[in-house]
């Protein structure tokens, strides 16, 4: 049976570029193998969806034994919370399947939710502008998650409730990703990996720990378009971040990594 593949220069001067966005992957009917982009969306195939009813635990547990397809197929037929009634598509995730970098925001937008696929929009251009300064692209060693994958109406914040029911896919993305670094875009993301109510700014400037995996915490590409003043404290994040991953550096070396970018 055919299954649905689910799938520059960051300029410190003081804005950064923003480059024409690349038209967004077409959906294929092609099995994937290592696949760098995956289309979202109501996907009307055989899932191996748990619905909530049989409990957050047991449901937790399904999607923590799945592979990339079945969990990709999982989120789209997902009705856990009630995004599923408002959502285009669902946005699973971008990017290579075995990625060094994994880069978390907060939920899809209005952009996002049409395209199936997260941070194509305005934000999303510059997000690629941060990668390309650090040496990077979507289709190289990265991939692009939320903490949701169905977009809040009017892009509210998320509900506790809701990240409760998404939190579990990301997880499972984690360990099928086994990234070497976490990047959390935003204050959600930060507070979702890292269960903490503290600000951006207390979070910054040193590494944490999820389950093990390094995470750096920055901006995200919305507040820095609406803020391009804190781009250069993004900047200082990305090297640290890019230190983190290269160097394997205690915490008190990559401090003074972090400061030496100052």
Same mark, same amino acid.
């Given at each position: 049976m055919n299954r649905l593949e689910m799938l520059r220069?960051?300029? @410190?001067?003081?804005?950064?570029?923003?480059? %024409?966005l690349a038209p967004a992957?077409?959906? !294929?009917? *092609?099995t994937s193998g290592d696949a760098t982009s995956y289309p979202a969306g109501n996907v009307m195939a055989a899932p191996s969806y748990v619905a909530d009813a049989a409990g957050p635990a047991a449901r937790a547990a399904h999607i923590a034994t799945l592979e990339w397809d079945a969990l990709e197929r999982d989120i789209a037929a997902c009705t856990a919370c009630g995004l599923c009634r408002t959502r285009n598509r669902v946005v699973p995730g971008v990017g290579a399947r075995r990625a060094e970098w994994l880069f978390v925001g907060e939920a899809p937008g209005a952009d996002e939710d049409l395209q199936g696929e997260p941070f194509v929009g305005q934000g999303g251009r510059l997000l690629d502008n941060m990668l390309t300064a650090i040496g990077l692209a979507r289709s190289d060693r990265v991939y692009i998650a939320n903490v949701l994958k169905c977009r809040p109406p009017q892009n509210r914040a998320p509900e506790p409730g809701e990240i409760d029911a998404c939190l579990p896919y990301l997880k499972r993305q984690i360990a099928l990703l *086994?990234?070497?670094?976490?990047? /959390? @875009?935003?204050? !959600? &993301? *930060? /507070?979702?990996l890292l269960a903490t109510d503290a600000s951006i700014a207390a979070l910054r400037g040193r590494v944490h720990r999820f389950e093990g995996t390094a995470v750096v915490v920055t901006y995200h590409p919305a507040y820095l378009l609406r803020t391009p003043g804190d781009k250069a404290k993004a900047w200082e994040d990305l090297c640290l971040a890019? %230190?983190? @991953? !290269? !160097?394997? *550096? =205690? =915490? =008190?070396?990559?401090?003074?990594?972090?400061? &030496?970018t100052k």
């Open positions: 220069e960051m300029k @410190l001067l003081p804005l950064w570029r923003v480059r %024409a992957p077409q959906p !294929s009917l *092609a *086994a990234p070497k670094l976490i990047v /959390a @875009l935003g204050r !959600s &993301a *930060a /507070a979702t890019r %230190a983190t @991953l !290269s !160097s394997g *550096a =205690d =915490d =008190d070396l990559l401090q003074k990594t972090r400061g &030496a």
